[in-house]
């Protein structure tokens, strides 16, 4: 199942240092403490001075007006949702891991965060990229799990999202068109106290009157079904959505909903948290109140304890959800082309029809600028560069080459006087970080009017002075119709002074339409070609070959 590593691949995937530490702010802490305290502190209270309130479950024992059972359809949705939280929890754990560190603040700033996986303080001093920072994810936990497979998991993640949508919708729908609407949707504001009472018999460890699933949930139950269909999910689905760059790139309002883009993907971490303590909390009752009744229920929609055949069938779906999840490592390690490929057709296809249809705005200021930048890439090695580096680049000559009419190279001097074109953008990196910088250079449409590309050339390969993460030369490719775009620059400067090696001297792309893996960084020459098909393994970038990134990234 595991591929057999090269050392290179093995190096990245299982590193020295394995361990992932949980880290919560004191503020994150002092938080969660709070709520616990509070929330228990005031149960108890009340229970030692008042006693234990009245069981509200009382008055329901034998009300019997709700719709009964479990029709086929919400089985079928239950199940569903069950085997599609498996791959998205798991999925989104393993892109966490990639970047694993949670803020508030849209300048991903280390120390800012209120919950890391890492221990790594980063100092001001010392080259640390985003990806030095991932950390490893035990395969049983996340899909795929291991370290820098965000590429693969953020597959696995949107061929399913649509799935988990389209569920919801369907589940919702029915909800109404029939009464069943009845059974989770609270009817009056009752339920809110009633559901306290059940809470104080739960924290002071009384069980409350057991009702019978079949015909009715208690207060508390109503509650948090209603809290999960109607206010957890959405909330997944909206801050997933919002922190999709190319979404914040046009309707910049949405994410701010969630406190902006790290808001965002915080919340969205939250709202899996609570996911999951719903799974547990849930699952657990279900087996402490009888669990072979409430299979039946869930499976069979039968009130019988005496059937077996429920029992079967959760032991198919079971067994289904573990095989699949073997299913999902072996295609993960061994066919990850197929799912890099299913990934690009269902979104690529998403997007065309939806969001590229609109055009993205420009709205960041030089206020907006961050006063922390993750970097990523590994700083170029080879003796050519650090000599020009040691002498400020002056030698240094842009190469450009390949199907044009005019080979042309251009010295840093002769790139500066074809003019600046400047930029504030929010860069958004694959792995989850993002910050805001200005970047000043050249338009690429400038050099492209000099070297006249030929009619059969398509798209414009950027070659790195630096390696990829498993060695060899980092490059990217872009269509010639995205270079030929406003805000497709050559930068030497960013943030008003000259960009700094770290960054990407002497000269970084910047094509702000697209995700930060497009853009490389050292660049050494460019070269135009018939298609990306021609470099390297085929699949447009360095990162695109190894990490099964997307060809298109457009945001
Ligand atoms: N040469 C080179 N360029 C590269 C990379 C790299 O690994 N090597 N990483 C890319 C990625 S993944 C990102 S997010 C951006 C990061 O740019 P920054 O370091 O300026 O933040 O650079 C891109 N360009
Ligand atoms: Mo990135």
């Not at 239950?78 to 508030?104: A, C, E, Q, V």
């Not at 068109?177 to 339920?191: A, C, G, K």
């Not at 989850?432 to 059969?456: H, M, N, Q, R, Y």
Request: overall charge positive; aromatic content about 16%; proline content about 5%.
């Amino acid at each position: 199942m595991i591929p057999k590593f090269t050392p290179a691949q093995y190096n990245v995937h299982y590193p020295a240092d394995r361990k992932f530490v949980i880290q919560f702010s004191k503020r994150a802490v002092l938080a969660v403490f709070g709520i616990v305290f509070f929330t228990f502190g005031i149960a108890w209270i009340q229970y030692l001075i008042f006693g234990l309130p009245a069981d509200p479950s009382l008055k329901l024992i034998n009300d019997k007006t709700a719709p009964l059972g479990f029709p086929l359809w919400l089985i079928f949705c239950h199940w569903m949702n069950f085997f599609l939280l498996t791959i998205l929890l798991r999925s989104g754990l393993s892109i966490l891991f990639d970047h694993p560190r949670l803020y508030w603040r849209a300048d991903s700033k280390p120390g800012s965060e209120w919950l890391k996986f890492t221990n790594k303080k980063v100092s001001e001093n010392e080259y640390w990229t985003a990806k030095d920072d991932a950390r490893y994810l035990n395969p049983v936990i996340g899909l795929p799990g291991y370290r820098h497979s965000v590429g693969i998991a953020r597959s696995w993640h949107f061929i399913y999202v649509p799935l988990f949508i389209i569920t919801g919708i369907f589940f919702i729908s029915m909800l109404f068109l029939t009464d069943y609407w009845r059974r989770v949707v609270p009817s009056s504001f009752q339920v809110i106290p009633d559901a306290w009472k059940i809470f104080v018999h739960y924290a002071t460890f009384n069980l409350p009157v057991e009702l019978n699933g079949y015909y009715q949930y208690n207060a508390l139950q109503k509650l948090s079904y209603f809290g999960v269909i109607f206010f957890i999910a959405p909330i997944s689905i909206l801050t997933g959505l919002c922190m999709a760059p190319s979404v914040a790139n046009r309707f910049p309002w949405f994410p701010k909903i969630f406190g902006g883009r790290q808001g965002a993907r915080s919340v969205h971490f939250l709202a899996m948290l609570s996911f999951l303590f719903f799974i547990i909390i849930h699952v657990s009752l279900v087996c402490i109140t009888g669990f072979k009744k409430n299979i039946n229920h869930i499976t069979i929609n039968s009130d019988s304890e005496s059937d077996i055949l429920g029992m079967i069938i959760f032991f198919i779906i079971i067994l289904f959800v573990v095989g699949f999840s073997f299913f999902a490592h072996f295609i993960s390690w061994r066919k990850p082309r197929i799912l890099q490929k299913i990934s690009a057709a269902v979104n690529g296809n998403v997007r065309r029809i939806t969001i590229n249809k609109l055009k993205p705005q420009k709205f960041f200021t030089k206020s907006d600028i961050s006063s922390y930048f993750w970097t990523n890439g590994k700083i170029p090695q080879s003796d050519t560069w650090k000599e020009l580096a040691s002498n400020d680049f002056k030698d240094y000559k842009l190469e450009i080459s390949g199907m044009v009419k005019n080979e042309i190279e251009f010295s840093l001097e002769e790139l500066k006087n074809l003019g600046k074109e400047q930029n504030i953008t929010m860069h958004h990196c694959i792995q989850g970080w993002t910050g805001v910088a200005e970047w000043g250079g050249v338009a690429l449409k400038k050099i492209i009017d000099i070297v006249e590309p030929l009619e059969s050339a398509d798209t414009v390969v950027f070659y790195s002075f630096g390696e990829g993460l498993y060695g060899g030369k980092y490059y990217d490719t872009h269509t010639l119709e995205n270079c030929l775009k406003p805000q497709s620059i050559l930068a030497w400067e960013m943030n008003y002074k000259p960009l700094p090696v770290e960054y990407g001297a002497p000269l970084r792309l910047r094509i702000e339409n697209q995700l930060g893996y497009k853009m490389v960084k050292w660049i050494q020459k460019i070269e135009f070609v018939s298609s990306h098909k021609v470099v390297g393994k085929g699949f447009g970038g360095k990162n695109e070959d190894d990490e099964y990134y997307d060809l298109i990234a457009n945001i």
